[in-house]
């Protein structure tokens, strides 16, 4: 994949936390990219790519072993907003806003072709 078309994400950023694999899939980062784009505000990158055994390790459910699905953080004045971006392109939308800070998240994928968001919390 061309990581340079990507101007305000790197592949570091989504390898696998294990055996550091970058899997992520082109269409799915141009519709992330796109998102980034629109919200103006860096998107914190805490988990990508996962190969299937660290998935399975920590308790995955298998999504980010497709290579499109992503948990990120951005400042919780911008949860909103990000969640507004991600809904026409995302079919699936994960919050976790509960606890410390940093292990807030906003999961995204775009597994679910049924046209009709699923929207859950951690």
Not at 73 to 92: C, E, F, I
Request: charged share 25%.
């Amino acid at each position: 994949m061309n990581w340079d078309k990507y101007e305000n994400f790197s592949a570091s950023e989504f390898q696998c936390s294990c055996c550091k694999t970058d899997g992520m899939d082109e269409l799915f980062m141009d519709k992330l990219q796109a998102i980034r784009t629109r919200l103006k505000v860096p998107m914190k990158i805490t988990s990508g790519y996962r190969c299937p055994d660290y998935d399975w390790k920590i308790g995955g459910k298998g999504n980010h072993t497709t290579g499109r699905a992503v948990d990120i953080q951005v400042p919780l004045d911008k949860v909103h907003d990000l969640v507004r971006l991600a809904a026409p392109s995302m079919t699936g939308i994960g919050v976790k806003m509960k606890g410390p800070q940093g292990g807030r998240f906003i999961h995204l994928d775009d597994l679910v072709n049924d046209n009709r968001p699923r929207v859950w919390s951690y």
